[in-house]
């Protein structure tokens, strides 16, 4: 039996079903969403809803000083602050909405999420838990995930469970989750502990690792798979080994693929993003809390360290009938654990800065150095990636870019050759080049319009004590120097 007309069969079943679905979101049969299974859509985030409530990070820090100490100034405490974030966030739901909101806020500050708290863009009027971003109770209440029931069947978008405890017939109790197998007085009455082996994986940090496209479900950032697919996971070496690490261990971890001991671990989760430890810095130092100022300067300093040790160059020449042609460039990422750069890969800079000279001075080769307005001239060699949205052209901001038209980032343990064409004056005998890797968190142009966007109630000026966005500062990973014969 058939209740259409056989004329518009297809056409009727297909409109009938948009109009039971009623939703503009999530249409795809690609990439189908549950949205029953995931409330919180466009974030995958679940809560095992009950009273329990979810504990500040100063409450944990109370009998966990040290791992306190260590996350308090890590980019996770700053994940929801974060004026970048804030301007961005601001700049999304004037573009698309406020539904967006709740996907980028599923990993920039769940609980504020789950519970209802955040009503959108900015700081004012908010709880601790909610302004503490990605916080103790965050991670030791992860009880799952659903990473291979998203709509990608990867790992995306927030796809864990948040279970902070259960209510039982004589009350709360709370419970958190972390490696071990709980010691007898574990919690000392305030919770309970469960042995947790998501813990000791990767798969904890990747629900929100994996940047997706809001409802198309495009990798927009892709640090976890990265990861998986490259030598670090074959040989278990985790985000963990590098990042929950000092710098010393860290390298021990990349270098020789070694498990640090148990003793090891600590808390500061330290990446790459030395601008915004800066710039918390300051907001720190003017507001008087010395004890953070320090504590955001170790990070930026651990920062720049991690940044320096990351990659190696190697230069060559190349020589065409017996003369000097080319100059060829070898970048290798020697201790990231996933691409160099990664994550947000079209936001971030890492490129090749290269000058050449003679033996009088003169300049015969330059490549990559700045514009006076701090922007990156359009040829120099850049690592990194451009968005494109869904006509095809350039596009910035993750609402919009549903693919990459070019990625240039640099694979675990792997390289990238570049090469520079040379031509010295006949009379020069040899050549003298410098090359550098250097890296900033974001173009000039772009780093202005973020900060230009942030919400009214977060004062620049006031709290950060920038009149205006300065000089974005940049990192030199590498610097390496030769010296080449003309001819050979
Ligand atoms: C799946 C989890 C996830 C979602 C969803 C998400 N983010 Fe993020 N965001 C991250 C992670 C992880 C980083 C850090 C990446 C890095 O350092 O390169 C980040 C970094 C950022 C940064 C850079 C901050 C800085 O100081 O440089 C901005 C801005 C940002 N996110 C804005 C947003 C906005 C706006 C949305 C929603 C449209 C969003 N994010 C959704 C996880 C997420
Ligand atoms: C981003 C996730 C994350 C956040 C945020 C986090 N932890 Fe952890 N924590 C972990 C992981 C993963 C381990 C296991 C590390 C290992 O392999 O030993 C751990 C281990 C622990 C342990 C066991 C002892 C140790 O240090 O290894 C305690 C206690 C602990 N965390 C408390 C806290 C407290 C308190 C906070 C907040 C100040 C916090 N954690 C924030 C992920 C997190
Ligand atoms: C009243 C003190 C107290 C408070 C408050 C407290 N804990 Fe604990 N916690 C303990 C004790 C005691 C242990 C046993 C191990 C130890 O001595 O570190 C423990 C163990 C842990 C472990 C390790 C569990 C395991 O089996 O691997 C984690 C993770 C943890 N706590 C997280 C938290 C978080 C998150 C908070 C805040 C929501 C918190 N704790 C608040 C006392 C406390
Ligand atoms: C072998 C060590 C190693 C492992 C394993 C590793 N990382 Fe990294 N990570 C690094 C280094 C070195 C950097 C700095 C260079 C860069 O930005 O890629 C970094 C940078 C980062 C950044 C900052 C990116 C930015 O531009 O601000 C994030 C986020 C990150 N890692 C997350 C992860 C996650 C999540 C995992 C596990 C899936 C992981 N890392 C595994 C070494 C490692
Ligand atoms: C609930 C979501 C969430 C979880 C779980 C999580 N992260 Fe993150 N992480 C973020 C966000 C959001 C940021 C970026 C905040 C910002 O830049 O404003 C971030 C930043 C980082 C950075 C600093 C990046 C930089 O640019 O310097 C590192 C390193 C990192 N995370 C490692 C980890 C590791 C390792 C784990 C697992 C043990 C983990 N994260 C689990 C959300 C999360």
């Known amino acids: 039996m058939n209740r259409f007309h056989p004329l518009c069969t297809l056409a009727c079943a297909a409109l009938f079903l948009?109009?039971?679905?009623?939703?503009?979101?999530?249409?795809?049969?690609v990439f189908d969403v549950d949205l029953e299974f995931y409330p919180y859509y466009p974030s995958l985030i679940k809560w095992n809803k009950s009273s329990v409530p979810f504990s500040e990070p100063r409450k944990c820090g109370g009998c966990h000083s040290k791992q306190y100490k260590e996350w308090n100034g890590s980019v996770h405490s700053l994940a929801f602050k974060d004026p970048v974030y804030q301007g961005e966030l601001n700049k999304g739901v004037k573009a698309v909405g406020h539904d967006i909101a709740r996907q980028c806020e599923g990993c920039h500050s769940p609980a504020g999420v789950v519970t209802g708290e955040i009503k959108g863009p900015g700081n004012a009027g908010l709880s601790d838990m909610a302004l503490a971003g990605v916080s103790c109770d965050i991670c030791h209440s992860v009880?799952?995930?659903?990473?291979?029931?998203?709509p990608s069947h990867e790992p995306e978008n927030g796809s864990f469970i948040l279970t902070p405890g259960v209510e039982t017939t004589s009350g709360q109790t709370l419970i958190k989750r972390g490696p071990f197998k709980p010691s007898d007085n574990c919690g000392a009455g305030f919770h309970k502990c469960e042995e947790s082996s998501l813990h000791l994986q990767a798969d904890l940090c990747a629900g929100c690792h994996q940047v997706y496209h809001y409802d198309s479900h495009f990798p927009i950032e892709a640090t976890y798979l990265e990861w998986k697919h490259g030598p670090y996971a074959q040989k278990e070496v985790l985000c963990q080994d590098c990042h929950m690490v000092e710098t010393e261990t860290f390298k021990k971890s990349a270098d020789e693929f070694r498990k640090p001991e148990r003793g090891e671990y600590r808390?500061?989760?330290?990446?790459?993003?030395?601008?915004?430890?800066?710039?918390a810095a300051g907001a720190a130092k003017k507001g008087g809390d010395e004890k953070l100022a320090k504590s955001l300067m170790q990070q930026y300093d651990m920062a720049v360290e991690r940044l320096k040790s990351a990659a190696d160059l190697e230069l060559s020449p190349v020589y065409r009938d017996g003369r000097l042609?080319?100059?060829?460039?070898?970048v290798k990422n020697v201790r990231a654990g996933h691409n160099l750069p990664t994550s947000l890969t079209n936001v971030r800079e890492m490129w090749l800065e290269v000058i050449a000279k003679d033996?009088?001075?003169?300049?015969i080769l330059t490549s990559g150095s700045l514009n006076p307005d701090g922007t990156l001239p359009g040829d120099a060699r850049n690592f990194h990636s451009d968005g494109m949205g869904n006509d095809f052209?350039?596009?910035?901001?993750?609402w919009k870019v549903t693919a990459f038209s070019r990625h240039e980032t640099i694979p675990p343990k792997g390289y990238k050759d570049v090469y520079y064409g040379m031509t010295a004056p006949a009379e020069a005998k040899a050549v003298t080049i410098e090359a550098k890797l250097r890296f900033r968190q974001a173009d000039q142009k772009v780093a202005e319009a973020l900060l230009g966007a942030v919400p009214k109630d977060i004062d620049l000026k006031a709290t950060y004590g920038l009149e205006k966005v300065p000089a974005l500062p940049v990192v030199d990973m590498v610097v390496r120097q030769a010296n080449f014969a003309t001819t050979k």
């Open 18 to 29: 948009a109009l039971l679905t009623g939703s503009s979101l999530a249409a795809s049969k």
């Open 143 to 150: 009880s799952g995930t659903t990473h291979w029931q998203t």
């Open 267 to 279: 808390h500061y989760f330290n990446g790459a993003n030395f601008l915004l430890s800066y710039l």
């Open 325 to 330: 042609a080319e100059l060829k460039v070898r």
């Open 359 to 363: 033996e009088s001075g003169k300049v």
């Open 393 to 398: 052209h350039f596009a910035i901001d993750p």
